[in-house]
């Protein structure tokens, strides 16, 4: 899972995240009249989630992960870079993003975290790293109110002529994270959240497509991040899990 997870190289920014997932935008020309969607009596939003964790793979599968390596590759402005995240139960995260000769490493190591930049280091600090401590939680889907995030249900909207139904979450005072499901397969096509840069605030757009099969768990393989008007694809080469990641990738030096 992924996760969302701001890390900024260029003008390429990441969020990394208990899950990595996206759908591809696209534009549409349908002009049939829309069917109303019936939604289910009290619904509420952890229902919503609920049901995605087991339109994904189940409880018990994501249980068993106890740690995950992901590998993704991908193209902003002819730029090739790549991007691999290591994640360890219960709130370990590293990812180091390479983009030619550039390279930029995030760690979390479940109390403090860090992003370098060549010999530059920087903690992380205040909201940011309220949000993370949650965030960087493997299986946070599979209870968000314990670690005391609340969830609004905001009804249905259409993403990309697709009925999702929307969900609030509130991390703290200053951060609402939007999440959109699609009605039918339960499977997640879009999150919606601010990020803080130095420029200043921007809405990021995540989308989610192509999910497959690993080890159990359903996971998207194509990720498409829009801040402002730049827009990013990369494209899930490889997942694996519970391959034993040593507890130093995430020690942080002083």
């Known amino acids: 899972m992924l996760v969302l997870k701001k890390y900024q190289l260029g003008i390429i920014l990441f969020t990394f995240l208990v899950t990595v997932q ?11 009249l829309p069917q109303k969607t ?3 009596e009290d619904l509420t939003a952890l229902d919503v989630i609920s049901t995605y964790v087991e339109a994904s793979g189940g409880k018990d599968n994501y249980m068993n992960v106890h740690d995950r390596t992901t590998m993704m590759t991908g193209k902003m402005m002819n730029r090739k870079f790549s991007v691999q995240i290591q994640q360890k139960a219960p709130d370990k995260l590293r990812q ?3 983009a030619g000769p550039a390279k930029q490493t995030f ?12 010999d530059n280091s920087t903690p992380l600090e205040g909201n940011e790293l309220n949000r993370t401590k949650i965030e960087a939680q493997m299986n946070f889907l599979l209870d968000p109110p314990a670690y005391g995030v609340k969830m609004e249900f905001d009804g249905v909207e259409e993403i990309d002529s697709t009925k999702c139904y929307k969900i609030s979450m509130m991390i703290d005072s200053s951060t609402t994270w939007i999440q959109y499901y699609d009605v ?19 809405k990021q757009e995540t989308y989610y497509d192509d999910y497959r099969d690993v080890d159990g768990i359903k996971y998207p393989f194509k990720i498409k991040q829009i801040i402002g008007t730049q ?3 990369m494209r899930v080469d490889s997942i694996k899990v519970n ?10 030096s002083e």
Do not use: W
């Open 96 to 98: 180091e993003v390479h």
């Open 243 to 252: 391959t034993g990641l040593n507890d130093k990738l995430f020690e942080i």
């Open 184 to 202: 039918n397969s339960g499977l997640k096509t879009k999150e919606l959240r601010d990020v803080e840069m130095p420029q200043g605030k921007y």
């Open 38 to 40: 019936i939604i289910p």
């Open 107 to 118: 760690i979390f190591d479940g109390t403090k975290g860090v992003m370098k930049i060549g």
């Open 22 to 32: 996206l759908i591809d935008a696209q534009d549409s020309s349908n002009t049939e």
């Open 231 to 233: 827009s990013v694809e």
